[in-house]
């Protein structure tokens, strides 16, 4: 049986290119993930040709799992994690969005603390211009039994023109009462008397934007086995936009 | 070197500049004091191309070029330098990048040949311990954490590296202490006490002036150059304050 396709009154799609979104439909199954007791995970997803990654991530006793997550590309680009934690587990995410032109690029992620002394963090740079839309949704759940947990994330989005667009949306939901979570969220745009401090020391205009986004989305993909074509990766993107 | 014919300039809809006339020639220290609100830090924003101010009216040349035609880091390239009042925090960017970037950017634009890593930082260096800054606060991010002496220190620093031929000082001095004006100052003279070089010296106090001696000293009153005089002005605007003088 397949289930029909989502429209903008399911939450997790309501910022989604719905269209681009039944084109690809029915989607295959997520990708699942089952980090053993003990193991290391660590995984690196440049999306740069408009498609929709889903990933099922369960990170066992003691284990830990590192996404690091480049979405720059497409019409409509998606990342959809679900990632439930185990005993002592540990969870990183470093995210950059960078969207030009009319593109929709979302990262959702789903968090779940379900046994005790499990760590995440999850950082999330978005950089749009054009009339481009970025969108993050970030829920973390801490169950009952899920008691010192530490989780934070990290939720920035600057736009470098009227016309684009950032949702950004962390939710929490905590069952449990000896937690610490985190979370900080901010959208604005670039500083402009740190653009005409640059350019009066001799940046051209566009220079100095990037150097301004590159500080922005820097430190995201620190600890990436590819943090270099990462940073790369983003910089060339930045370029196009200033 | 830098011409300023009647100019005037509105920063939204309010005249700021109204009139200003001023002349500098290459080899010389220029002071303009003046009280809160006459347009000094205006000058020098519209000198440096910062958005926002409006020019209404009058003309500048620097080296016989439109300096108004041009964009800021073209001024910057032209050899035009603003040291800032309030030197802005940039989070992320280190300073050696930054400036590294600027300074080849301008080389560029001059069709000189860019520096190389280690050729910038012996230069870094040179300069930074010149103004007895410590080289790490230099790999940091731009200005900040820094206290208002390191930012005005760390811009000197700058001057040095980029080495200007005209330099508008906007306040440098304050929020310094006596032993960073005097560093400071030194900074000012031995960067740019030159026969090809010019500064032009905006500050509220004479202190300044006992380390960096001017040759000309220019009253700014309600956007205009009310007086012009030698440094005994100066002494006599600090004996008298603006309100006798201002004409």
Redesign the interface.
């Known amino acids: 049986m397949t289930m029909p396709a989502p429209t903008r009154h399911d939450e997790a799609w309501r910022y989604s290119d719905i269209a681009a979104v039944e084109a690809a439909w029915p989607l295959p199954a997520p990708e699942s993930i089952i980090v053993p007791a003990g193991g290391n995970f660590a995984r690196t997803i440049v999306q740069d040709n408009g498609a929709i990654h889903q990933l099922n991530i369960a990170i066992g006793k003691g284990a830990t799992a590192a996404i690091y997550i480049l979405n720059i590309g497409g019409d409509f680009g998606r990342v959809d994690l679900n990632v439930t934690l185990h005993e002592g587990a540990d969870f990183k995410l470093g995210a950059v969005q960078i969207g030009s032109n009319a593109q929709t690029l979302e990262i959702i992620t789903t968090v779940t603390h379900v046994e005790p002394n499990a760590t995440s963090s999850q950082i999330v740079r978005s950089v749009l211009a054009g009339t481009s839309t970025g969108s993050y949704l970030g829920k973390v759940s801490v169950a009952r039994d899920a008691q010192l947990t530490d989780s934070v994330q990290s939720v920035k989005a600057m736009l470098l023109d009227r016309s684009a667009t950032a949702n950004a949306k962390p939710e929490l939901e905590i069952y449990a009462d000896d937690v610490k979570c985190a979370h900080g969220c901010a959208i604005g745009e670039l500083d402009p008397m740190g653009l005409f401090y640059l350019q009066a020391r001799g940046l051209a205009p566009a220079d100095a934007k990037k150097l301004m986004l590159q500080a922005f989305v820097a430190g995201v993909f620190e600890g990436a086995a590819d943090e270099e074509m990462l940073i790369e990766a983003a910089l060339k993107k930045l370029g196009e936009l200033v | 070197m830098l011409k300023i014919t009647n100019l005037h300039a509105n920063v939204g809809d309010k005249p700021i500049l109204k009139g200003l006339t001023l002349s500098i020639n290459a080899g010389e220290i220029h002071a303009i004091m003046g009280p809160n609100g006459a347009g000094k830090s205006t000058l020098g924003y519209v000198l440096?191309?910062?958005?926002g101010y409006e020019i209404t009216e009058g003309e500048v040349t620097f080296n016989g070029q439109n300096l108004l035609d041009l964009?800021?880091?073209e001024?910057?390239?032209a050899g035009l330098?603003?040291g800032?009042q309030y030197?802005?925090?940039?989070?992320?960017?280190s300073n050696v990048?930054?400036?590294r970037?600027?300074?080849n950017?301008?080389r560029k634009?001059r069709s000189d040949t860019p520096l190389s890593g280690a050729e910038f930082l012996k230069v870094a260096r040179e300069q930074a311990g010149a103004l007895s800054m410590d080289m790490d606060m230099l790999k940091r991010?731009?200005n900040v954490g820094f206290s208002g002496g390191e930012k005005k220190r760390n811009e000197m620093v700058?001057m040095g590296i980029?080495d200007p031929a005209l330099a508008i000082l906007d306040e440098t001095d304050s929020g310094l202490d006596i032993d960073a004006l005097r560093t400071v100052g030194d900074g000012i003279n031995r960067i740019m006490r030159k026969p090809d070089k010019a500064v032009l010296l905006i500050t509220h106090y004479q202190r300044l002036l006992d380390y960096v001696k001017p040759d000309f000293v220019h009253v700014l009153a309600d956007g205009r150059i009310t007086r012009s005089g030698g440094p005994e002005l100066a002494l006599e605007l600090e004996r008298d304050g603006y309100k006798e003088l201002a004409v």
């Open positions: 440096s191309g910062r958005p964009e800021p880091h001024r910057a390239a330098f603003l800032f030197p802005v925090e940039i989070p992320g960017v990048q930054f400036l970037e600027a300074l950017a301008q634009y991010p731009v700058q980029i």
